[in-house]
């Protein structure tokens, strides 16, 4: 007979673990877990976090208890955590209305600069850029809000991510929402693992992009995308 109380006192970070495991689904930082999240476990992972916290904070030779500055920063790093910069690990996809191209909308289009916030997988440091998606669409494609790009893109980088691969996982987003003839994304963004620690450099960008379909094919459709992009300086 099954004890109903046989998982009491175990971390609800472990139960959604295992959850995962056993549907034999990966959890890398950069991955959205919500599908193995129950209704009220995010609340327990927060308590769960903040202790963590709290002892890193100790480790770290940090009187909480007396520095006035510190006396709640394990509970504001935890919420700053599960219900801000990394988000989108932990929430479904936010809701995206889709319309049919009524119009039969075949030429180019270009969003941006979409201001994106994310942490380096690394050493959670801020990654802030800015991204321009180009879409090329068809009598089929769907046709979502111009918002809704912008919300995607937040979603995808509200987690610890690499940008290579960050902006590869927008694209595959946005092409399974919209299904359009072309794809175009481009990203610039200043890493502060480079910035804030290491070489300390406060000017270097990276800027990676990723194509499909049309604008991989045809060199005029991509240098067209390209030359509309405002140039940063």
């Known amino acids: 007979m099954t004890n109903p109380n046989a998982d009491e006192g175990v971390p ?3 139960k959604i673990r295992e959850r995962i495991k056993a549907a034999r689904k990966r959890y ?3 991955d959205n877990i919500s599908d193995f999240i129950e209704p009220g476990e995010l609340g327990a992972l927060l308590d769960e976090v903040q202790t963590k916290m709290q002892g890193v904070l100790d480790s770290l030779v940090i009187d909480t208890d007396n520095d006035h500055n ?12 599960l219900n801000e910069v990394f988000r989108g690990r932990y929430v479904n996809a936010p809701e995206i ?5 009524a119009e039969h909308l075949n030429e180019l289009m270009i969003v941006g600069p979409i201001t994106v916030r994310s942490a380096c997988s690394h050493h959670f440091c801020p990654v802030i850029g800015q991204v321009w998606i180009g879409v090329l669409p068809n009598e089929h494609t769907n046709v979502i809000g111009l918002s809704k790009y912008a919300r995607l893109a937040e979603w995808v980088m509200g987690r ?9 996982q927008l694209a595959d987003l946005i092409q399974l929402k ?3 003839d072309g794809l175009a994304i481009v990203m610039q963004a200043t890493h502060y693992c480079m ?19 049309a604008f991989l094919k045809d060199p005029n459709l991509r240098r067209e995308f390209l030359s509309l992009i405002p140039k940063k300086d």
């Open 28 to 30: 890398h930082a950069n």
């Open 195 to 213: 910035a804030w620690r290491g070489v300390k450099d406060m000017d270097s960008r990276m800027i990676n992009s990723v194509m499909r379909g």
């Open 12 to 14: 609800v970070s472990v």
């Open 178 to 180: 919209t299904q359009p």
């Open 160 to 168: 610890p991510q690499i940008q290579e691969e960050a902006v590869v």
């Open 97 to 101: 209305t889709e319309f049919p191209n």
């Open 70 to 81: 510190t006396s709640d920063t394990a509970r504001r790093v935890a919420k700053m955590y």
